[in-house]
Antibody, heavy 126, light 110 residues
Framework: QVRLQQSGPGLVKPSQTLSLTCAISGDSVSSTSAAWSWIRQSPSRGLEWLGRTYYRSKWYYDYAVAVKSRITINPDTSNNQFSLQLNSVTPDDTAVYYC????????????????WGQGTLVTVSS | QSALTQPASVSGSPGQSITISCTGTSSDVGGYNLVSWYQQHPGKAPKLMIYDVDKRPSGVSNRFSGSKSGNTASLTISGLQAEDEANYHCCSYVSSRTWVFGGGTKVTVL
């Protein structure tokens, strides 16, 4: 059974960097049958996919256009986890943040977001 | 990338069938058979109910079914039960290796 456990601060000041970590059990961040995403949810925007990382002989990264200039997702193979960094945050970045897995077969990643973390409410406020 | 369009709310009586629509464009819903649906109860993480337009993960009731026609995908819940009351979100792959969600639909069991 795959389990995703999120950690990180719930309060970030405007202009600073939001940092969250998602620890994986029951699977591997380096698995060639998975991709690892960050998704957020706010009342104003609903669910919003932010980006993902996955390993296929090398690491790949895909990011949503809306946050591409501010986001970094990093795998941590030593601790079997991956992280989210979102720079220069504003109150508009206040949301519940989730990590999630996508299962991939030999041809494509298509069983999207089959496992989710518990969610972390991050509030951007001074 | 604009969010997919879902009705804000849908309701039905126990035992009835309801259908939730999810409208996009030829660049997302209409262009790929990569539409998924999620059920979310208040305060909980979303749960995958349908992937690849019409496939159910193991453990999901066969009362849930998905379909697609052109740029609109649909989720049908048959034999509506009280436990189906939740928010439902659609999601689609978009060209350039990104994903987009719908705004969510609140399902009320009357």
């Amino acid at each position: 059974q795959v389990r995703l456990q999120q950690s990180g601060p719930g309060l970030v000041k405007p202009s600073q960097t939001l940092s969250l970590t998602c620890a994986i059990s029951g699977d591997s961040v380096s698995s060639t049958s998975a991709a690892w995403s960050w998704i957020r949810q706010s009342p104003s925007r609903g669910l919003e996919w932010l980006g993902r990382t996955y390993y296929r002989s090398k690491w790949y990264y895909d990011y949503a256009v809306a946050v591409k200039s501010r986001i970094t997702i990093n795998p941590d193979t030593s601790n079997n986890q991956f992280s989210l960094q979102l720079n220069s945050v504003t109150p508009d970045d206040t949301a519940v943040y989730y990590c999630a897995r996508t299962y991939c077969d030999s041809t494509r990643c298509h069983i999207t977001f089959d496992y989710w973390g518990q969610g972390t409410l991050v509030t951007v406020s001074s | 990338q604009s969010a997919l369009t879902q009705p804000a709310s849908v309701s039905g009586s126990p035992g009835q069938s309801i259908t939730i629509s999810c409208t996009g464009t030829s660049s997302d819903v209409g262009g790929y058979n990569l539409v998924s649906w999620y059920q979310q109860h208040p305060g909980k993480a979303p749960k995958l109910m349908i992937y690849d337009v019409d496939k159910r993960p193991s453990g999901v009731s066969n009362r849930f079914s998905g379909s697609k026609s052109g740029n609109t995908a649909s989720l049908t819940i048959s034999g509506l039960q009280a436990e189906d009351e939740a928010n439902y979100h659609c999601c689609s792959y978009v060209s350039s290796r990104t994903w987009v969600f719908g705004g969510g639909t609140k399902v009320t069991v009357l």
